[in-house]
């Protein structure tokens, strides 16, 4: 069967500035499968009947007589149309990948005969459990599912969950909760009060501060203690946490800086006040996402006495609060591109990130701390390195290179997070060039600029012509030398390489980079410009990084890679014609032991587990999962030869299992490595290759997950 394009986009640029909407997809956003251009409609499905021994029902994508495509035009972009010359019938296959809009909570767009693109139904994460808070998740593509907890103290409603939070209004009251000595109160929940043991905790108001008298450090505990104090910052979840508070004592004598460092064995964050209690008199504070060492600052402070306010995720002893008396100074100024401080080319200098910094230029990069910033001068070309470390703290340094012009969104150069090989950029011409400073959390850092002879960037640091990747090729990549160059907005944060792919036909394009384990990597599929107008799709993640995109017109585009740290890995870029989608409808009874779908040629394959009739029992389930609690539909992969055998499920709707098992009879017995748990956004993936003879491919989901899914199969050779 042949499919033929009505009509090519005009240029890349066009096809990557249109993103697909669920009211209906742009004419300039897929290539038309539908032959002929008449516009009759002459292949709807009220047409002329075939043989009679098909009946349209049974399949509706059936439309009316043909005897070739150009009658098969349904004027419908979604759809793949076609005259099956076998039954003299047109067939008008609807592909919902071609009306994604890439939002996962407003649920999957649908390709609807003779009508298109429509919204689908809305994610529902609603599983009818009362003792379960549900809500869908953009950021994973998943419903996130949290036992019931009012107060959001960490601790589970006891009427749902027995022996847990016996006041769920009350977030100083639950099972988590040590229990307070004569406070008259079941602080822990065991039914009795004021037992032995108990704690008379330290600290936990401002008429018992713990006192601190000059440099050093001392132990806290918010143990016992309750969530009390108001303050500008604070630990991801505020109404589980606790606080402790410590009297600070400045001596009498000139201004100085108090700062204050704070380590505990859990998420913490910490505030200086001057009126304890008295949120509005509060001079700094730290804190961040996930760091369990945290930092705050107060220039200039007189004699007097100062309040640490410190708080804690979970209720804690091994807290250790560091305070320093330093010499005054005054707040850093050197916030922008006009404040910048001086930094010498080859002399590395000592720098603390404090929070609250501004972030006054605009940048790729995300900091938590805001941003510092040092200024250098070149008077011949030269390649430029730019290195940070951190000194003290648990956050990481986040350096960014502006241009002379400095202050708008082009003139930033790169940014990163720090790492080993540092920010590189080849034959900078003279002039002043900005560094940007910022972090992850408030650490003390060193900073770096190194200059050496200038180089001319490779080929693969510019779209312009870059290195060939061959359609169903390989290139290994070494990115320890490159730059951050390219700029399409997939990923910033790291270096990057650009290779051309040259595609003759419509195809089905899957993207699949490799790099270290530790390592993030993003990759993009974009047209020559490689910007973010012309970005077509983008992935990151760890490895594998995988993208794919279906039906892709003919022409020329470029496969970027980047990694966090600029290291060694490579890519693929698998090809094929593009191909209709094949649905394997269950309530036909398809997709079981008994009928399997047969998927030895590869292609793209959709279907629905809710109306699965098969059951089944993966060996990468949950421990938990009842036996057979899966719902799943089975495909079979007949191989005459070893071959290489990809499988990718990107665009599903739930957390998916793909199963890979030997036959002869089905289901079959297990293949080393060949189960894998979708739990990222892209889905399951394997990547195997695989001896001559008969396979069974098991789609299935997490815990008895069920709905939508899609598989792409390739069989490549090994």
């Keep these: 069967m042949r499919w033929i394009a009505l009509a090519l986009l005009a240029t890349v640029a066009a096809l990557a500035g249109v993103a697909c909407s669920s009211k209906g997809v742009p004419a300039q956003l897929v290539i038309h499968y539908d032959a002929g251009g008449d516009g009759s409609g002459d292949g709807g499905r009220d047409g002329g009947a075939g043989d009679g021994a098909f009946d349209e029902d049974a399949n509706p994508d059936l439309g009316g007589p043909c005897v070739d495509d150009a009658q098969c035009n349904d004027n419908i972009a979604c759809t793949y149309d076609s005259c099956d010359k076998q039954l003299g019938r047109c067939l008008n296959v609807p592909d919902d990948s071609q009306c994604q809009d890439g939002v996962y909570c407003d649920g999957m ?49 006891a009427r749902c969950f027995p022996h847990h939070d016996c006041n769920d209004l009350d977030p100083n009251v639950s099972s988590l909760h040590a229990e307070v000595c004569a406070n008259g109160v079941d602080d822990n929940c065991n039914g009795l009060i004021d037992e032995i043991p108990c704690v008379s905790p330290v600290g936990c108001t401002c008429a018992d501060a713990v006192p601190v008298g000059g440099s050093g450090s001392y132990a806290l505990s918010t143990i016992g ?10 630990v991801p979840n505020p109404p589980a946490a606790q606080n402790v508070v410590a009297a600070i004592t400045v001596p009498a004598g000139p201004p100085v800086d108090l700062d204050v460092w704070v380590t505990a064995s859990t998420e913490v964050a910490v505030a200086i006040q001057g009126t304890c209690g008295d949120s509005t008199t509060e001079i700094a504070c730290g804190s961040s996402s996930s760091t369990t060492e945290v930092r705050a600052r107060a220039y200039g402070v007189g004699p007097g006495t100062y309040y640490a306010v410190v708080t804690t995720q979970e209720a804690v002893a091994d807290i250790q609060l560091q305070v320093d008396f330093l010499p005054n100074t005054p707040p850093p100024s050197d916030v922008d591109c006009a404040s910048a401080a001086p930094i010498t080319p080859g002399m590395p200098i000592d720098v603390s990130i404090v929070e609250p910094l501004p972030t006054n230029e605009p940048t790729a990069c995300t900091t938590i701390t805001g941003e510092l910033t040092y200024a250098f001068t070149l008077t011949q070309p030269q390649n430029v390195r730019v290195y940070a470390s951190t000194s003290r703290g648990t956050g990481q340094p986040i350096i960014g290179l502006r241009a002379p012009h400095c202050t708008d969104a082009a003139d930033e150069l790169g940014c990163e997070t720090a790492g080993q090989i540092g920010l590189l950029q080849e034959n900078l011409q003279p002039g002043t060039y900005v560094v940007t400073l910022g972090a992850s959390a408030p650490i003390d850092a060193t900073l770096d600029v190194e200059l050496s002879a200038a180089t001319a960037p490779g080929p693969n640091q510019t779209c312009a012509a870059p290195p060939a990747i061959m359609p169903n090729g390989r290139i290994s990549f070494d990115l320890s030398n490159n730059e951050s160059a ?16 040259s595609l003759a036909a419509a195809s089905d394009v899957l993207l699949i980079e490799r790099v270290p384990q530790t390592e993030t990597g993003g990759v993009s599929l974009d047209g020559p410009a490689c910007d973010k107008a012309s970005k077509l799709a983008c992935d990151v993640e760890g490895t594998p990084v995988r993208v794919g995109m279906r039906n892709v017109p003919a022409g020329d585009y470029r496969v970027v890679v980047a990694d966090t740290l600029g290291l060694q890995g490579t890519v693929d870029a698998l090809v094929r014609d593009t191909v209709a989608p094949t649905n394997v409808i269950g309530s036909f009874g398809e997709g079981t032991c008994a009928t399997p779908v047969d998927v030895s040629s590869g292609g793209y ?21 009842p036996p057979g609690g899966e719902q799943a539909q089975v495909l079979k992969l007949t191989l005459a030869q070893d071959q290489r055998v990809v499988l990718d499920m990107e665009g599903s709707g739930y957390t998916t299992i793909l199963d890979v098992r030997e036959g002869p009879a089905c289901p079959g017995s297990p293949t080393v490595n060949g189960c894998y748990v979708g739990f990222s956004t892209q889905r399951s993936f394997l990547d195997m290759e695989l001896t001559t003879g008969p396979y069974f491919i098991v789609v299935s989901g997490f815990e008895g997950a069920k709905g939508a899914w899609a598989l792409d199969v390739r069989v490549l050779p090994p």
């Design 486 to 501: 390219i700029k399409d907005g997939c990923y910033s944060q790291g270096p990057d390489a650009a290779y051309d792919l």
């Design 605 to 625: 394959f959709t279907g629905d587990t809710t109306y699965a009739t098969e059951t089944f029992t993966s060996g990468c389930d949950s421990p938990s999962s």
């Design 225 to 234: 203690c309750n969530d009390t104090f108001a303050t500008s910052c604070s």
């Design 109 to 157: 767009e649908k390709c609807v005969l003779l009508h298109g693109c429509e919204p689908g139904p809305v994610v529902s994460c609603d599983n009818g459990d009362e003792c379960q808070t549900a809500k869908c998740v953009e950021a994973t593509k998943s419903c996130q599912y949290s036992p019931r907890d009012v107060d959001q103290d960490g601790d589970p409603d």
